[in-house]
Every structure is written in structure tokens, then in C-alpha cells.
């Protein structure tokens, strides 16, 4: 609602699954179904549009009540379209964006701000996730698909006051189905298309009657890749995931409740390859292929394929166990205790130049992030003149970024000499006719990285009600934050097998990347005030007004690898970047119409982010050098209408349309791309990468009674972004067009809603798209990007007892 290589299924995997199954039968006939869970309401089912409660203020509210611009996918939303993992959520939020290539690259974007694609180790996201109120450190801890979920909260704008932690755009909150008292479990199971397998399922119920529950949810799903691979069997982004939720629920009072949680979720798939979809420069790559007797595959987001020897995946581990401690005092308020502890490790091996060639056949980057936080809040009793919520935060992360590379006996093809001074003709031979392979194969190297981050915060929010029925609500609060963050890096050689000197390792090492050799040794304090303040007033019963000041904070963060390259200083780069601080304006309406038929939620914004941390990257001989910078500032005007409908009886509609015109409203020296050989260009006044200006999305279900205990139900749902360009420098060959994607489903509802069979399909139209573009990279001559999903259909059967 709105307002709130394949690898096969092993025992262990499937018998997650198959162990759910059999205990949910055995509960079948023990007593009759438990209600449904908040959230899980099937909404065209219903006579209105349902009230939502939101936790956007750290307390349980109306949505349509808070004065922030709020997108929530209920559970019953969640279950029925699928919808499990950040890439899902993109087309249901607005002016929304993903970016995601590998389960360690996720980065999120609302309103344009944020969404900074590769390279950001050293940098928190702007966009904060909480899953069940718990701060994430490292968003591609959230790359894996969820399972169980009670609602998903999109919180726009800064949320500078009890989500003030690097949340400069906005908040995800993420809130999974906590246990029941009462009997209850359900399981699913789709097979599809592309050697779609997934399963699903859950069971909760008491073990001491009213005083300890207990529920535990579980999941795995594989699919075989959409695109051929050229040089193997397997095909290109295949995937496959597991994952287990086990939960107490105790309560041994009636105003206290302690609730834990266990989580593991495991991803591995072969990591979405890019395509190379034209050749720019002939004289390049292509030439040095074709000489060597090599044809240089490209191809489109029609028919993509790729040609690489090596290997390409990717793994991740997450574990997390966390202890949410409720004790109400009545009168004396709520108090609130939150303590998480995080492990999150993500191993990836690249064949890094995506050709046939024995170019670069082995790079990865593993990251191995801790993370450990403690909140504490208390806050006042519900429905009083005066509404407050104060506390304290307190986090502890250590991120280690170990890196490796391994040249071939074929990067000369690969890449053009670096340094002809340093690798000049050698017995006759040139480097483009192979004089240094056998130097280079013998070459790599390895790098460790470890960032140290330590945050502590207070906070306080307030809400006045000044008159007794509370149309008229003056909200403000603040919270102060304390960060201090290390960082200790050191790249070196690993092997020399072919006898480099010191000079040619050096050119060698510019091509590194993560790998680079040098050390850095460098820490930082940075201490920030954030806030904001709000005036609402409900004009009717069903309909209030606000405007809305907030600022936000990102603390300054660093550059992984060294920074020593004078082009890279003469553009602003440094060891270090600067925090961001983002002041946002807003004004809206929230309104219900028709006795609760028709809601309309209205809103406007204007935003500006000073020193905004933006990626950028600078040709050096054959590679390029990443780095982070500072932008001058950002801006992002827009607006944002959301609807939903009860049309008539069982006929249910919702959607939204966004404008967003984010802008880099000063950044005069900018890397440029690759197509340009100035050093800098300017950039003021240009669309921000990532940021479509229009987003839209609009779903119609439809539910009928056909009787003997019989519904049948169908749902269709069309999104649509405008065109965007995904890279810092806005490259032009780096657009992506407009697209629209249709997703259908019809399905049967048997037995009281206890069985569902669904027929459904993602893409239905088999649109052609990408979802990311990387321009040209100067060294080679090739473009390449990042196909979308073609069409996925399948069958769907889901139970509950």
C-alpha cells in the first residue's frame, strides 16, 4: 500500500524447504488457521483503502498522520507480486533507483542523491537501511532476497533526527514477520522458466502459552543464467541464494517483551557480466584482437552475449543476531533497547578484461565487514498534548577490503604499452608483438585495507499538539553525532616470476586497480549537527497539510587507494573526501477520499547537498584511476503524486508518478569522459547520473468470488522510467532510453484463501533494456553495459495453515 555456474539444490537446500513443508502439514489439522499477519491483507480483497501504521518516528503511527513523504509495500503486496530483494523494490517506490552489479556492489538512490555505482569502500551510502530497526553498515549487506517481510518503508528525504546516520536521501526500513502465539505456517514453491526453483516457508507458534514463541523462516532459490557465455556451457547471471530466520518472541509480563533473532542468508551466481555493445575506437582493442587472430564479441540487450575464459562469480555470507528489548511503563512511557551484532563476508573472482584473452584471468575483492550497534530510546506515552522520543546510538564497524590480481601471458592484446620508455623494442620484439608476455604473466599482486568506524549519537524528537484534537502538530527534534574513522592500506607484489624491474612494476600497478601497490595510513574525526522541524495541520478529518524543513549529514570518508597522481589532485581528489550536508524543503497534502475509497498523497521538494561525494575516474596509459571527490553541490527539485484506489467491488488500483530534476548545480571540474581530452570539464547544470527525471508505476488486481469457497484473482502492473545516464562524467554513450516493463499474474484462491495457485510473468512484453551503462573506457575503444532481465514466467503454488 501506499502508505505504508548454476549450482544445483543440494539436500541441505532443499530440505531447509522440505523440513517447513512437512511440519506446516502437521500443523494443518491441529487447529484451524491463524489470522493473518499485519501487513499481509490482500488489498483488492477489501471494501477500502486500509490504514497503515508506519514507524517512520520510532513509534507507531498512522502514516497518513506523519509528516514525511512515506511509500510502504504492505506484506500482503510483498507476497503477492514476489517481490523479495532491492532490485524488486525500484519499480514500487518513486524517484527510486538500484544499482547493482554483484552481491558486494549495491548502491541506492532517492530523488538522484546518493546512487554512486562502483568504488565506495571508504564511504557510507546516503540511503540508511534498518532491517527491524537495526542500522546496516554496508548496503550490499542487503543484496540478498528477503523472505517473510511484514512491510518495507521508504522514507524521502533526509531523516536527520531518529534515522540521522548517514541518511542525507532518505531511509529503508525493512521490518520481517515477528512470531505468533498462535498455531500458524506457510510454504510456496515456483518453478519457471531459465531453471527457475524456489521455495519458501515459515512456521510460528507458541512453546509456552503467552509467555515464548518462537518462529522460524527459510528460503532458497536458483536460476540459471539469461545470457550465453560464448566460451562455456553455463550462461552469464545465473543465480541461487538460501537463507534461515529463527526467532524467540518472549513475553514475561504484559509490558515487557524481549524479542531475538538469528539470520543467515548465503548468495553465490555468476556476477552480471557487461556486454560490449559498440566499438568506439577500431584502432584499439579491436585492432590488437584481430592481429593476434582474436574476434571481439559484441552484442545488444537483445541478444547479449559474452566470450570469457575465466572464471566470474561471486559469494556472500551474512550472520546477524540481534536482541529488541520492549518494556512499557504505562504512564512513564516506553523504553526501548536494540543490540546487533553483524557479520558480512562477500568473495568475488572477475575475469576483469571479459574477453577470450588470458588478459587479467583472475581479480576479486573480498569484503569482511563487523558490525556491532546499541540503541536505546525511550519515548512517551501515545496520544498526549506532547509526543517525544529521545536516545542514544552507538556503533562499531570494521571493514577489511583484501584484494588480489593476476596478469596473463595476453594483456599486451589486452592493453597498450603502458610506458615505452619502460618497456621499450626488446630483442626484436615490440610489446604489441609480445616481448613482455611471459614478464607480465608472472606479475600480481595483493592488497589489505582495514577502516575502522566508531559512531555514537543522541537524539531527540517532539511532537506538539496544541489543541485537543490534534488537527494542528509542531514536530521538530535533533540528534548530534560523534564519528571517528581509520584507515590502514598496503598493496604489494605477490609473485615476479617474469623479472619486471621496479619501473615496469610500477606502470603495472596503475592497472591494479583495488590491487594498486603504496600504503596509506590516515584517521579523521567528524562531528555534525542534524535535525529538522515540521508544522501539520489536518484540515478535515482525512486530510492534512505540512511543510517540512530537515538537514542531513554524511560523515567524510576516504579513498581506498592512494591518491598521488597529479591529474587526480588538479581535479580535487585527496586522500580524503569531505562529509555532505543536505538541507531539504518540503510541502505536501495527504488526503482520503470517498469514506476511505480513494487515497491521494501529494508532494513537493526542493534539495540541496553541499559537497556531495561523487566517484569519478581519470585515463592513465592503458586503465583508468578511480577516485572519490567532492561536488560543489547537487540540487533536486521535484514532485511526487501517489494514489490508491478501491474502484468497485474486488477492483483495487495504485500507483505513482515522480518528477525529479536533480542536477549538479556547481561542479566546474569534473573528470571528463572518455570521448574528451581535456583534463576537466564542467557539469553545472547537467542531469545527475542515476536519476531518471520521470519514474511511474501503476498496478491494476482485480479479485472475484467464483464461488465454493473459489476467488479468482488478476494483476497487472506497468512501470516506467525516462531516460537516465549511469556514469559521474554523463559519457553519451553511456544513456539509457526510456523503457517501460509489464509484469502479469493470474491465480486461483481455494479453500478460504488457504491455497493460492498462481500463473505469472515478469517482462511479460520481453522488453529489451539495460539497467546500467559504463561508457567507453579510452584504452580499448569498447562500450559496455549491463543487460536487463529478458521475459521469466512460471507457476507459483503457496499454502497456509
Known sequence: MIVRGRRHAGFGQLGLVSFLALAMAGTAHAEAPAAPEAGAKDDAASGEVTDIVVYARKRPENAQAVPIAITTLGGGELAKQNLVNFTDFQTRFPAFSVYLTNPKQLNLGIRGIGNNGFNTDGIDGSVGIFVDGIYTGRQGMVSNDFNDIADVELLRGPQGTSFGKNTTAGAVLINTAKPSFKLGANAEMS??????VEGKGSITGPLIADKLAFRVSGYYTQTDGNYRNLSSIEKQNARQGEGVRAQLLFTPT?????????TWNHQAFNTMSPVITQIYNPAALQTRMA????????????????????ALNARTNLYLGSGTIDWDLGKGGTITSITAWENWKCLTNNDNDYTQLNAIPDYGSCNNEHQFSQELRWATPKGGAIEATVGGFLSRQQLQVDSRIRFGDQYYIWASNPSSTDFPTLNGKTWAQGAYADGIAGLGMQSHALFHTNTEALFGNVSWHPDKAHRLSIDGGLRYTWEHRTEAYAGWVTSNLGNLNTA???????AAANSALGSVNQALSDNSLSGEGSISYKVFADTMVFVKYARGYKSAGFNLLPVTDARILALGGGQSVKGETTDDFEAGIKSEWFRHHLLVNLTAFHTVVQNYQANESVGVGNTALKFLANVGSLTSNGVELEAEAQLAKGLHAKGFIAYDHAYYSSFHNSACPAEVTTLSCDLTGRQVAWAPKWTADATVDYTHDLGRDVVGYGL????WRSSQNTTITLDPLAWISPYALVNARVGLKLAGGRYDLQIWSNNLLNKAYYINMLGLTKSTGIVQGYPGNPRTFGIRVRAAF
Open 716 to 719: 497487472v502492473d506497468v512501470n
Open 504 to 510: 615496469q612494476i610500477n606502470d603495472m600497478s596503475s
Open 254 to 262: 504484559n509490558n515487557l517483551s524481549i524479542r531475538l533473532i538469528g
Open 291 to 310: 592481429n593476434a587472430g582474436y574476434t571481439l564479441n559484441t552484442s545488444d540487450a537483445s541478444n547479449p552475449t559474452v566470450n570469457l575464459d575465466s
Open 191 to 196: 518453478v519457471g522458466n531459465q531453471g527457475l
